[in-house]
């Protein structure tokens, strides 16, 4: 009996141990982007009118609206859960909780800063209170001056970054010309994020996985804008992200000549997704086009959650779930892709070959 109790209370010490010795290397990720990201940040931001904090947003999997633009997780969630971390809180959140007492600390398992409607060029939905990238990147930086990051955790965290889709959706927008040609507006995106990802090599990141934009042109919301045709996706758009993601490959391969001891990695999920486009059946889908929850043309017209909207029987046989968004079972395959894929899917390496890298 005594040894039993004995033996038993060996394990409940050694068990935290044991837990922290397998997750060591990674404790924590950061994650800056946009709505394909955002856990909640325009929630707890009174001042940004970019929201999905309304039913029935979430109602798949959290059952209540979390302010993410999906039914349940999102590609980040998914990552956790592989890798055995909980949830990262979105920033405000954590910093809300830490001036009103109720958090001693941030959290250790990383935040989230990215925030729906925000591009990599600044003046992308500024008129909607959205938080930048740029101002994203401030507010990891001041974390790491103010010594509330662990900064020993910092080169062993991955960084995840996906941002650029709200600005070439605009710049097919009918209002506002932009003054740049397409090439030379993709390349003024990419300069932006090659500084984001100088600044957070500076701050310490080693491990920063790059995003590809999906096919931004497939969106249902397409059906917004005029030049955009509604039975096929509107492939000019297609091109402009496809050479927005040429040049992030590039610059993620340039990450450890320039950065020596920075790993990056690409993840291709424009052609994950295409991929699900052309066989849906395969990965479950019967429907690769309308958005699950709107209305209108595609269900593009109405954002879910407004004023007249419907949604479908079953999310989990949609492509989309929203307006611009994918569901939930899409960013499961996609996770599913980035965590253990091959190189044509996610190069040089899968996240969990990252992960068990010393
Ligand atoms: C403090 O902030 C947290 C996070 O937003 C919130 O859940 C909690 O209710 C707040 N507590 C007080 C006492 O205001
Ligand atoms: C709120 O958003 C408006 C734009 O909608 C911006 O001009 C203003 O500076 C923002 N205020 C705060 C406190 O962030
Ligand atoms: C790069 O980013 C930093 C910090 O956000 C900013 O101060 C600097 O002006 C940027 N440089 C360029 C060339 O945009
Ligand atoms: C990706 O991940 C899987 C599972 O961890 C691994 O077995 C495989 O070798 C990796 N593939 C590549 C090409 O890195």
């Known amino acids: 009996m005594e040894k039993l109790f004995l033996v038993s209370f060996l394990l409940s010490l050694s068990l935290p141990f044991l837990v922290s010795s397998s997750s060591h290397n990674v404790p924590a990720i950061f994650i800056f982007g946009d709505s394909i990201f955002d856990a909640g940040n325009n929630h707890f931001n009174k001042n940004c009118s970019a929201q999905a904090d309304f039913p029935p947003y979430g109602s798949s999997f959290f059952h209540h609206p979390t302010g993410r633009f999906t039914n349940g997780r999102t590609v980040a969630d998914f990552i956790s859960q592989f890798l055995g971390i909980e949830f990262q809180k979105p920033f405000l959140e954590a910093q809300i909780a830490v001036a009103n007492g109720s958090r001693k600390d941030f959290p250790s398992n990383g935040i989230n800063f990215a925030s729906a409607g925000s591009g990599v060029l600044q003046a992308t939905n500024q008129d909607w209170g959205v938080t930048t990238i740029q101002v994203q990147l401030q507010q990891f930086q001041e974390l790491v001056g103010k010594n509330q990051i662990d900064k020993a955790v910092i080169p062993k965290s991955l960084f995840f970054i996906e941002s650029g889709s709200n600005d070439i959706f605009n710049?097919?927008?009918?209002?506002?010309?932009?003054?740049?040609?397409?090439?030379?507006?993709?390349?003024?995106?990419?300069?932006?994020?090659?500084?984001?990802?100088?600044?957070?090599?500076?701050?310490?990141?080693?491990?920063?996985?790059?995003?590809?934009?999906?096919?931004?042109?497939?969106?249902?919301?397409?059906?917004?804008?005029?030049?955009?045709?509604?039975?096929?996706?509107?492939?000019?758009?297609?091109?402009?992200?496809?050479?927005?993601?040429?040049?992030?490959?590039?610059?993620?391969?340039?990450?450890?000549?320039?950065?020596?001891?920075?790993?990056?990695?690409?993840?291709?999920?424009?052609?994950?997704?295409?991929?699900?486009?052309?066989?849906?059946?395969?990965?479950?889908?019967s429907d690769v086009n309308n958005a699950c929850c709107g209305d209108g043309t595609l269900g593009g017209l109405i954002q879910c959650g407004r004023e007249g909207y419907k949604i479908c029987q079953n999310p989990e046989k949609y492509l989309f779930w929203d307006y611009f968004h994918p569901t939930e079972h899409t960013y499961k395959l996609i996770s599913k892709a980035l965590w253990a894929g091959k190189t044509s899917i996610i190069r040089p390496v899968n996240l969990s070959t990252l992960l068990n890298t010393p």
């Open 171 to 285: 710049y097919y927008l009918p209002y506002g010309t932009p003054s740049l040609n397409p090439d030379a507006y993709v390349q003024a995106m990419l300069a932006q994020v090659a500084n984001v990802t100088e600044q957070l090599y500076k701050l310490g990141a080693r491990r920063i996985a790059l995003f590809s934009l999906g096919p931004v042109g497939c969106v249902p919301a397409r059906a917004l804008l005029p030049d955009a045709p509604t039975n096929q996706c509107f492939e000019k758009m297609n091109l402009m992200v496809q050479k927005y993601n040429k040049g992030l490959e590039s610059l993620v391969t340039s990450i450890p000549v320039k950065y020596p001891g920075a790993v990056g990695v690409y993840g291709a999920v424009y052609d994950i997704v295409r991929r699900f486009q052309s066989v849906p059946a395969r990965y479950g889908f």
